[in-house]
Nanobody
């Protein structure tokens, strides 16, 4: 099994920056994709960004493109989400997840870390 623990959330003002971390443990990754999702109260879970573990190929949701950057540190088994120019609409519970294959989907999830942006 894969265990994921998010950290770095908090309360900041609009326009500020925040960096989320997701530490993975339990297995060694070789062909996995790691992603960030978020869920605001009353809304469904939304895809934010993803990165392949090996090549570092990234995908971003249009809502965060140009403001957020996903990265990974293979040696530390950690994925990061650098969030800049934060907006109130970015307020949500942020989750990291792991996908081993497209067929299986994102099957491993962290507990989430809260990000709150004041205006």
């Amino acid at each position: 099994q894969v265990q994921l623990v998010e950290s770095g959330g908090g309360l900041v003002q609009a326009g500020d920056s925040l960096r989320l971390s997701c530490a993975a443990s339990g297995r060694t990754f070789s062909s996995s994709t790691m992603g960030w999702f978020r869920q605001a109260p009353g809304k469904g879970r939304e895809f934010v960004a993803s990165i392949t573990w090996s090549a570092g190929r990234t995908i971003y949701a249009d809502s965060v493109k140009g403001r957020f950057t996903i990265s990974r540190d293979n040696a530390k088994n950690t994925v990061y989400l650098q969030m800049n120019t934060l907006k109130p609409e970015d307020t949500a519970l942020y989750y990291c997840a792991v996908r081993t294959t497209v067929l299986r989907g994102y099957e491993y999830w962290g507990q989430g870390t809260q990000v709150t942006i004041s205006s």
